[in-house]
């Protein structure tokens, strides 16, 4: 499980998602706390309630418990943790439904996974946007429902959320200001032939990122004789 998380309240647990009696991802002044069912647990005195973003990841692999914390592996006790299997609830800001340990501050890019991530991973997708369908993602709340709205809106499975009672979609909706980063700039390369007496110059401009459609090219055309005619081709690269 990987979480986004902002907060300045050290004083109490800020849970960032629980499920009762399955597994707990919670941060306070002191550290980070990570645990698998009633009595397995990981934590890490790593304090993240600082009033800046920070990603949080808990991972179970081969019955051990690692925390990463801005995609660094931290060290630590790693307790044996065994399968969690029960239908209770799962809680984005609190570990239970209780309202006990609730998130004082803000959650964003929520992700669960039926496979352990590796470091790697971690790294090299917290800040990429996903899109719901990649292997082994179950569960991903981008929190972009938006102002007005009382859905949590799971954009992988469908596994749809709803505002707790104490909270306001027409006010706890805000910005994280996080932004995706960009998988890559695929280059386009520009070729111009003449067959007659013009000249022919451009200016192209690369997308933004491969796929995208916000690339362009300028042509401009001087001297010749008549009107000009440009014959478009889009090439799809393998």
Known sequence: IEAWVNTSNAASANSIIGKLNG????CDGSGVLFSAGSTDFHFITNNIADGNWHHVAGVRASGQL???IDGTLISGTTPSASNVTNSNSIHIGDWDGSLSAVMNGSIDEVRIWNDARTGTEIMNNM????T????GLVALYNMEDGTGSSTVTDIANGNNGTLNANMDPNTDWVSSGLTCACSGILPQTVTVTINSNPTLSDTPSDPSCAGDSDGSID??????DGSYTFDWAHITMG
């Open 132 to 135: 719901g369908s990649e292997t």
């Open 219 to 224: 042509i401009t055309a001087a001297g010749g």
């Open 23 to 26: 597994f707990w991802l919670s």
């Open 66 to 68: 690692s925390l990463y």
């Open 127 to 130: 800040n990429e946007c996903l």
